[in-house]
């Protein structure tokens, strides 16, 4: 059974910057890729970034492309989301997910992910 674990979230002003931390995907050897998305009152829940398992090739949403890194490190099974220059827009509930993906796959689609964290919040004031 996968359990995600987030952690890294909390309040920074604007133009600061944050490093989350997600745990527990290489409890399934198939999962192929590990995304975060993040989710404001009231919004869906968006994808920001995300990366490819074995390649560690790194993908990003329009809204935070250049302002973010996903990385992922092989010694600790840790996926990181670092955050610079952030904003009001960027306060929302993190969410690591994880999943086996069909080669081709759009990253967004929510439903395609098997796995899912229960959350950190990123809360950044003006």
């Known amino acids: 059974q996968v359990r995600l674990v987030e952690s890294g979230g909390g309040s920074v002003q604007a133009g600061g910057s944050l490093r989350l931390s997600c745990v527990g995907a290489?409890?399934?050897?198939?999962?192929?890729?590990v995304a975060w998305f993040r989710q404001a009152p009231g919004k869906d829940r968006e994808w920001v970034a995300g990366?490819?398992?074995?390649?560690?090739?790194?993908a990003y949403s329009d809204s935070v492309k250049g302002r973010c890194t996903v990385s992922r490190m092989n010694e600790n099974d840790e996926v990181t989301l670092e955050m610079t220059n952030l904003s009001p827009d960027d306060t929302a509930m993190y969410f690591c997910?994880?999943?086996?993906?069909?080669?081709?796959?759009?990253?967004?689609?929510?439903?395609?992910?098997?796995?899912w964290g229960q959350g950190t919040q990123v809360t950044v004031s003006s």
């Open positions: 990366i490819f398992v074995v390649s560690h090739v790194p």
């Open positions: 997910a994880a999943g086996k993906f069909m080669s081709g796959r759009p990253w967004y689609q929510v439903a395609d992910y098997s796995y």
């Open positions: 290489r409890s399934d050897r198939t999962i192929t890729r």
